[in-house]
């Protein structure tokens, strides 16, 4: 994953797998704001990486699962439909859920900067650069 994959999680905020959750009816169509997004310049590992991202977001949006459900029930007692109903609820826990990511993406980094400055971490680069191993960027 390069830095621009990076950034446009962060700066963006990712609902990757939003679809597949708080799906409450397989009947209504996928909400517009539910997105999709590929990545052409993705390394071997890719992949894993994005899955990782797409964790770290469904978790945040489980955390908000509740006040989700209840503001859909109380925008169709208001009387909007459905669909709508639940976009302006997604609307509503949109910045909640943007903050459970960066909270949970803090913790990790904060986590992995002190890893990657130890030296156990540099000397174990250097010798799988001197093995032959994988290049390190």
């Known amino acids: 994953m390069d830095?621009?994959?990076?950034?446009?999680?962060?700066?963006q905020w990712c609902y990757v797998g939003q679809s597949e959750k708080r799906k409450a009816d397989d009947n209504h169509e996928e909400?517009?704001?539910?997105?999709?997004?590929?990545h052409d310049n993705m390394d071997d590992y890719g992949d894993d990486i994005e899955e990782h991202?797409?964790?770290m977001a469904n978790e945040a949006i489980d955390k908000s699962e509740d006040i989700w459900n209840e503001k859909v029930e109380e925008f169709q007692q208001n009387g909007i439909p459905f669909k709508k109903a639940r976009a302006n609820a997604y609307a509503y826990v949109f910045d909640i859920d943007k903050g459970e990511f960066v909270k949970t993406y803090t913790t990790l980094l904060k986590r992995l900067i002190p890893i990657t400055e130890s030296e156990i971490h540099k000397k174990i680069i250097a010798e799988i650069i001197d093995l032959g191993g994988y290049a390190i960027k």
């Open 31 to 38: 909400d517009p704001i539910s997105k999709k997004f590929e």
């Open 3 to 11: 830095i621009h994959d990076l950034q446009w999680h962060v700066k």
């Open 53 to 55: 991202f797409r964790q």
